[in-house]
């Protein structure tokens, strides 16, 4: 079982990307699936999700708005498409994946099944 991430890149302030992330070994339809982030020299943080039941999205405070998460089951993918980014948004960004996850262990990185490889944004003010 594995997470791919990707899409990161260089971006100037106020810019778009979109990271994608890519499972696969089995299917993920029945995953909590989402995306943390973490900076240099700062704890690893939550970003966005989206829920395992469907029809429900999670974002962290700072980047609502801004961002946002789609999966595809068909393809095990969840994307985040990230706008209007901010110097602060720069960090090295995770997809994690939780077996009917819920949102309030999700969000503090509780009870992850999977983490990919990071992928980083650079944002350039």
């Known amino acids: 079982v594995q997470l791919q991430a990707s899409g990161g890149g260089l971006v100037q302030a106020g810019g778009s990307l979109r990271l994608s992330c890519a499972a696969s070994?089995?299917?993920?339809?029945?995953?909590?699936m989402g995306w943390f982030r973490q900076a240099p020299g700062k704890e690893r943080e939550f970003v966005a999700a989206?829920?395992?039941?469907?029809?429900?999205?999670y974002f962290a405070d700072s980047v609502k708005g801004r961002f946002t998460i789609s999966r595809d089951n068909a393809k095990n993918t969840v994307d985040l498409q990230m706008n209007s980014l901010k110097s602060e948004d720069a960090a090295v960004y995770y997809c994690?994946?939780?077996?009917?996850?819920?949102?309030?262990?999700?969000?503090?990185?509780?009870?992850?099944?999977?983490w990919g490889q990071g992928t980083l944004v650079t944002v350039s003010s």
């Open positions: 994690a994946a939780t077996f009917r996850g819920l949102y309030w262990d999700f969000v503090r990185g509780r009870r992850i099944d999977y």
């Open positions: 070994g089995r299917s993920f339809s029945s995953y909590m």
């Open positions: 989206s829920s395992w039941s469907g029809g429900s999205e």
